[in-house]
């Protein structure tokens, strides 16, 4: 099946059989529907659309499925749609034996270019690329969003850490906010 020597999309599908093949044009031509101005790639051995110098969504053929991996974020926000399939973080696993769901495939691609296209708050540039993607991929992308957590909350994301607890702290200070107090029982 595929090749980690593929240095194109058209050579990666190639090297699948022709039902599988079929599949991952599908989902191909969805992408550069939903996301005309991406950028195709190669990455991790995998067909990949790059946007803004982001990758937004790969996806990969495998023996009983096509994976599709949309990163965290991209899966959280049709968490309920993506239910029926078998999911990891931030990837879903599409069956070779249905149809291809492409409206929400179109619908996530979409998703991950808004992203891209909001501009990032000044109090989110002060910080590392893993927590400014932790706290995006999150949905705290305003100041205020982030009062709305507990410190606690914030530190559990991946790519928070302890060291950037600081740096919010005082963000949220400048603008009179703090972090949501936790309860106590």
Same mark, same amino acid.
């Given at each position: /099946? ?22 991952? /044009? ?19 051995? /995998? ?52 149809? /291809? ?12 270019? %808004? ?20 706290? %995006? ?49």
């Amino acid at each position: /099946m595929k090749t980690a020597t593929a240095t194109t999309i058209d050579e990666y599908i190639s090297t699948f059989p022709a039902s599988t093949a079929k599949l991952l /044009m599908q989902v191909r031509v969805t992408v550069r529907k939903a996301a005309p101005t991406a950028e195709e790639t190669i990455s991790y051995g /995998m067909p990949a659309f790059r946007y803004k110098d982001k990758v937004i969504i790969y996806f990969a053929g495998y023996k009983n499925h096509i994976g599709v991996y949309t990163t965290p974020s991209g899966h959280a926000a049709f968490q309920k749609e993506l239910s029926v399939y078998k999911q990891g973080k931030g990837s879903v696993q599409f069956p070779l034996d249905q149809p /291809m769901p492409l409206d929400l495939i179109t619908r996530i691609v979409k998703f991950r270019v %808004q992203q891209q296209d909001e501009p990032v708050s000044d109090f989110l540039t002060g910080l590392s690329a893993p927590a400014r993607r932790a706290l %995006q991929n999150n949905g705290i992308k305003t100041i205020k969003d982030l009062s709305k957590h507990t410190e606690e909350q914030v530190l559990q994301l991946h790519g928070i850490g302890k060291t950037a607890i600081p740096t919010l702290q005082k963000a949220l200070k400048e603008k009179g906010l703090s972090f949501k107090k936790e309860k106590k029982l």
